[in-house]
């Protein structure tokens, strides 16, 4: 490979190519995970469903959510979590059976039942004023369940594949013949085009915002007619053609509970 090309991209950022020679690409996943929501509360599952399609959304992981006010994993099998309301919830004296592959979320705002809940084990806590950001540390906590549910883009390797996480990929950005695939630190370059990726990557929360760029919506900051800022404090151009579609974007993904307040209050 030729030296990596200039952009946003080199500032810091360490690059890896592989060179598949422009083979098939696809989006997969192993397994849906199982996501269920433990509680008598209304209100709580409302807001608790609500955000976990909207963390599966941003974070590109398969999850199936479903509602429960009985304390029991699923025997189905697969990557699975159980966000248990100790605060509502009447608990056995024994935990359930719980398979290698569940997580435990134990959300409670009394001293007293969250350290009789250290027992089983739970991988985080929450209290029940939790917010958005809150939900996702808890969740990356449980990062080993969920990784069966995660969509890679997968690709021809040598004699192997390759996967890349679409969950971590801040941007794409256009190489040549080449994509470059930003994930912070570090980026992935593989032989697609752009419009290849474009038609490939999930819509939301991958959106294409110049002819050489595609930006992940959850890693948005703000935005003026002509770039688009990101965390990390990298700028990309915005081209003429997408800023409507951008600014649309970026309305309804903030419509939820990941709104942004550090947004262009023009938007």
């Given at each position: ?115 009789r809940s250290y027992r089983w084990h ?146």
């Amino acid at each position: 490979m030729g030296d990596a090309p200039s952009g946003p991209a080199d500032a810091g950022v360490g690059i890896r190519s592989l060179i598949n020679g422009g083979l098939g690409l696809s989006v997969v996943y192993d397994n849906p995970v199982l996501a269920r929501v433990c509680t008598t509360s209304d209100k709580l599952a409302e807001r608790l469903l609500f955000m976990l399609r909207r963390w599966a959304l941003a974070e590109c992981v398969m999850l199936t959510v479903e509602r429960t006010d009985t304390v029991a994993f699923s025997e189905s099998g697969g990557g699975q979590l159980l966000l248990l309301d100790m605060d509502s919830v009447e608990l056995p004296d024994i935990m359930p059976p719980r398979p290698a592959e569940a997580g435990l979320i134990v959300i409670s705002g009394d001293a007293g039942r969250v350290i009789r809940s250290y027992r089983w084990h739970p991988a985080a806590f929450l209290k029940p004023d939790f917010d958005q950001r809150r939900l996702t540390d808890a969740l990356t906590a449980c990062e080993r369940f969920l990784q069966r549910g995660r969509h890679g883009l997968e690709s021809p390797y040598r004699r192997s594949s390759f996967r890349l996480p679409l969950g971590r990929v801040r941007y794409v950005e256009a190489a040549a013949h080449y994509c470059l695939f930003n994930q912070g630190k570090t980026s992935i370059r593989l032989r697609f085009s752009i419009d290849e990726m474009e038609k490939t990557l999930p819509d939301p929360p991958f959106i294409r915002c110049h002819r050489s760029y595609i930006v992940h919506l959850g890693a948005v900051t703000g935005m003026t007619y002509t770039a688009v800022s990101l965390r990390g404090g990298v700028t990309l151009p915005l081209g003429r053609t997408y800023v409507r579609s951008l600014r649309a974007a970026l309305r309804t993904w903030q419509g939820g509970e990941y709104k942004n307040d550090d947004l262009d209050p023009g938007l």
